[in-house]
């Protein structure tokens, strides 16, 4: 689920049509090009060739079948370039994160994405609780609905990443969680190829075609897949086959893409019926600002912050379209340089549902700005919890058939806008 794609994918391709080699500037660069280049693809050889084993052996899958899907593989240098973090200079920019993501194309698309799915999308809303405003949403500022995946090969940079992760201060852990992924893809293939797990030594009814295939997918840089980008273990726990074919397809799927989105949000604790953030009130800024400690955790009850002037009484208020005074809340911070360059930022307060979808991906922006594309398509940022059912633990439950039916014309009305 990685959001850099489309800019550094044109730099990429522009970079591959040069046909101009580069010249070394001193006649013994190339020689320790070559000697490092070699040791380098010499470790990641050998690595990989663990990894496999391993898999091999915990899982009973015949070696010389992970081997023959890994034949072609190889590192990929720029991928290294594209996972470094931003320079020290860099100043991150809600505003300009924002402007990119909440504009008329996606916008356009996405209310072309619901027309063409809207009866799923009504099942699915009524079936997981998540609103079919949030997945939308979702899928649009990751992938445009599907024009924008990634033009990378999934196993060359799972392996990348995992064997020659950049120097960076968390190398070791950003390696493993490739590590990880990379053995999450082998086992999804395996098992989409037609082979049980463990395979008890046995290639018996594997597909060798759809398992390399499978290996062979793109991806983003960062080795997400399909409309909603999903790593390959978020495919295997949380993806569903939302078209009935018996497989699930997240690229050419619009039904496996919405109803595994909706499934991811459920699990991760999406409380149907309430709202994601709140704005802080004016007067509560400068207390907000020293509550924003940049950790998404719930840990300020709502009332705390209704007493401290960051929020009002209504948005304690279950009835009025906020939530129970008891919920859970957390600051959120957007900074943004101002037109003279000068440090700003934009305070929220981030509920439940602000948490689940920062669990889809782990940026602060990331999750304001679906809700906010969200909002744009329709979405009501309250409670609709019925007076007769509140509900427990911030109002958890979903709202009645009645307030289900007064949404749904409310989305209608502002597709149609």
């Not at 991928?79 to 993501?101: E, Q």
Request: overall charge positive; aromatic content about 8%; hydrophobic content about 35%.
């Amino acid at each position: 689920m990685n959001l850099r794609i489309p800019l550094l994918l044109v730099t990429l391709a522009l970079a591959a049509c040069s046909s101009t080699p580069t010249q070394p500037t001193q006649s013994q660069q190339p020689i320790v090009n070559q000697t490092e280049d070699a040791a380098t693809e010499a470790r990641f050889s050998q690595n990989l060739n663990e990894l496999l084993g391993q898999v091999s052996q915990t899982q009973e899958i015949p070696l010389p079948a992970l081997e023959m899907g890994f034949l072609d593989v190889k590192s990929i240098p720029s991928i290294r370039k594209l996972v470094l973090p931003p320079s020290g200079t860099f100043k991150k920019n809600w505003l300009a994160y924002r402007k990119r993501f909440i504009e008329p194309v996606r916008l356009k698309a996405g209310r072309a994405f619901w027309d063409q799915n809207q009866a799923f999308l009504s099942q699915v809303e009524q079936d997981s609780g998540v609103p079919a405003e949030i997945i939308v949403a979702i899928i649009g500022i990751e992938t445009i609905y599907g024009r924008q995946t990634g033009n990378f090969r999934v196993k060359d940079v799972l392996s990348t990443l995992a064997f020659s992760y950049p120097e960076t201060p968390n190398k070791p852990a950003r390696e493993q969680l490739f590590k990880d992924q990379l053995k999450e893809l082998i086992l999804l293939c395996w098992t989409e190829a037609g082979g049980k797990l463990p395979s008890k030594n046995s290639s018996q009814g594997i597909n060798s075609a759809i398992f390399s295939s499978c290996l062979n997918q793109n991806s983003s840089y960062a080795g997400a897949i399909g409309l909603p980008q999903f790593m390959p273990g978020s495919i295997r726990s949380f993806a569903v086959d939302g078209d009935g074919d018996g497989r699930i397809d997240l690229k050419n799927s619009p039904k496996d893409a919405i109803a595994s989105v909706a499934s991811f949000m459920k699990k991760h604790g999406w409380q149907p019926g309430m709202p994601i953030s709140f704005p802080v009130q004016a007067n509560g800024i400068e207390t907000a600002k020293q509550l924003a400690d940049g950790e998404p955790q719930l840990k300020f009850t709502v009332q705390d912050l209704i007493d401290k002037g960051i929020l009002t009484k209504q948005q304690g208020d279950l009835q009025s379209g906020g939530v129970e005074p008891q919920s859970k809340a957390f600051i959120i911070d957007l900074p943004y340089p101002d037109k003279d360059g000068a440090d700003q930022v934009q305070y929220f307060v981030g509920l439940n549902n602000f948490l689940t979808i920062v669990q889809y991906n782990r940026s602060y922006f990331y999750a304001q700005s679906v809700a906010e594309f969200a909002e744009a398509l329709g979405y009501k940022n309250q409670s609709v919890v019925p007076v007769e059912s509140p509900s427990k633990n911030g109002g958890a439950k979903a709202a009645t058939d009645k307030s289900k039916s007064k949404k749904s014309s409310q989305k209608k009305k502002a597709k149609s806008t």
